[in-house]
């Protein structure tokens, strides 16, 4: 059975750090790209950060330098660190499996995250 599950979420206060994990299984972990996305109410899903297979990142301008995603291939697991966070950062936040040759993806069911100001 494939699971992607997301854990961490919570209400922190703005300036604050909160830190979420996706715990991956069911499938290679190691080859498959990783990403965090958020969809806060009545806007579309997007792009937070990303973490390949080779390790390679990349990050959505509004979270760069306060956010760093990072993987651990033996414990099947990836992380978001989140650093100085606000309000506009309030969302759910789900992750996202790609197997960039086949186009396979698998999607977390999210977590909240609420920033109060």
């Known amino acids: 059975q494939v699971r992607v599950m997301e854990s961490g979420g919570g209400l922190v206060e703005a300036g604050g750090s909160l830190r979420l994990s996706c715990a991956a299984s069911?499938?290679?972990?190691?080859?498959?790209?990783m990403a965090w996305h958020r969809e806060a109410p009545g806007n579309q899903r997007e792009l937070v950060a990303v973490i390949t297979s080779g390790h390679t990142t990349n990050y959505a301008d509004s979270v760069k330098g306060r956010f760093t995603i990072s993987r651990d291939n033996v414990k099947n697991t990836v992380y978001l660190q989140m650093n100085s966070l606000e309000p506009e950062d309030t969302a759910v936040y789900y992750c996202?499996?790609?197997?960039?040759?086949?186009?396979?993806?698998?999607w977390g069911k999210g977590t909240l995250v609420t920033v109060s100001s």
């Open positions: 069911g499938f290679t972990f190691r080859s498959y790209d």
């Open positions: 996202h499996a790609q197997y960039r040759t086949y186009g396979t993806d698998y």
